[in-house]
C-alpha cells in the first residue's frame, strides 16, 4: 500500500525551464511534507517542506505547493540548472502519529539537458 | 561539521553471517531511524527510535534489530542475514519534531550502506 506517491520514474527537462515534480498521498493524515534530493552514491538531502496549513512555500529556485483537497503536492525548480540532476523523492509524517515517520514516494529522476 | 556517519559504506557477506552496520551523529539529536531503499519502493523504514534505550519497529522491521544504548549511536544488527537483506540502507536523524514553537521534521541522512548477501 503505497501512501505516497511519485507517478513519473523519470523526467528530462532542459537547463533553464521550469522542473514540475509530482507527489500524491492517500493518507488524509499526513500534514507535513517535505522534498529531498539524492545524487549517487549519497545519502538524500533535505530541499523544502511545506505545513498542511499553507499552500506554498518559496526557497529561492524551489518552490512547493501543496492542494490538500486534491492530496497532491508538486515541487517546481525554476530556472533549472545541470547540477539539478538528481532523484527526488517526495515524503509526508503526521504529526499526531507519535512517531516522526516519514513515509517516502518512489523517487522520481531528474535529468536537466545543457 | 554536522553529520550522520554510517560504517562501513560497502560490505559483501554470506548468508548467516552476523553483521553490525554502525551509525553515529553529532548533532545531539534525539530521533534515529533506519531505512532501507530498493528499486521501485522508495525508503522504507526499518526502526527507529525516539530517544536514548526507547526502540520501535517500523515497517520492514523483520531480520533487523537495532539498539540505543547512546544518544549518538544507532547500531543496526543482522543476526542472520539473507539474500533479500541485500539493498542500499540510510541512518537518518533528527531533533523530535518541535523546538519551541518551530515544527521541523527535517531528517538528516547518512552516506548509505551498501550491502550484499550472497
Known amino acids: 500500500d503505497q501512501q505516497v506517491k511519485q507517478n513519473s520514474p523519470s523526467l528530462s527537462v532542459q537547463e533553464g525551464r521550469i522542473s514540475i515534480l509530482n507527489c500524491d498521498y492517500t493518507?488524509?493524515?499526513?500534514?507535513?511534507f517535505l522534498w529531498y534530493k539524492k545524487y549517487p552514491a549519497e545519502g538524500p538531502t533535505f530541499l523544502i517542506s511545506?505545513?498542511?496549513?499553507?499552500d506554498k512555500n518559496e526557497d529561492g529556485r524551489f518552490t512547493v505547493f501543496l492542494n490538500k483537497s486534491a492530496k497532491h503536492l508538486s515541487l517546481h525548480i525554476v530556472p533549472s540548472q545541470p547540477g539539478d540532476s538528481a532523484v527526488y523523492f517526495c515524503?509526508?509524517?503526521?504529526?499526531?502519529?507519535?512517531?516522526?515517520?516519514?513515509?517516502f514516494g518512489t523517487g522520481t529522476r531528474l535529468t536537466i539537458i545543457p | 561539521e554536522a553529520q550522520v556517519t554510517q560504517n562501513p559504506r560497502y560490505l559483501i557477506t554470506v548468508t548467516g553471517k552476523k553483521l553490525t552496520v554502525t551509525c553515529s551523529q553529532n548533532m545531539n539529536h534525539e530521533y534515529m531511524s533506519w531505512y532501507r531503499q530498493d528499486p521501485g519502493l522508495g525508503l522504507r523504514q526499518i526502526y527507529y527510535s525516539m530517544n536514548v534505550e526507547v526502540t520501535d519497529k517500523g515497517d520492514v522491521p523483520e531480520g533487523y534489530k537495532v539498539s540505543r544504548k547512546e544518544k549518538r549511536n544507532f547500531p543496526l544488527i543482522l543476526e542472520s542475514p539473507s539474500p533479500n537483506q541485500t539493498s542500499l540502507y540510510f541512518c537518518?536523524?533528527?531533533?523530535?519534531?518541535?523546538?519551541?514553537?518551530?515544527?521541523?521534521?527535517?531528517?538528516?541522512f547518512g552516506p548509505g550502506t551498501r550491502l550484499t548477501v550472497t
Open positions: 493518507n488524509s493524515m499526513f500534514d507535513y
Open positions: 515524503a509526508a509524517i503526521g504529526s499526531n502519529f507519535g512517531n516522526e515517520k516519514l513515509t
Open positions: 537518518a536523524s533528527s531533533l523530535m519534531g518541535t523546538e519551541g514553537l518551530a515544527v521541523s521534521y527535517e531528517q538528516y
Open positions: 511545506i505545513s498542511s496549513i499553507k
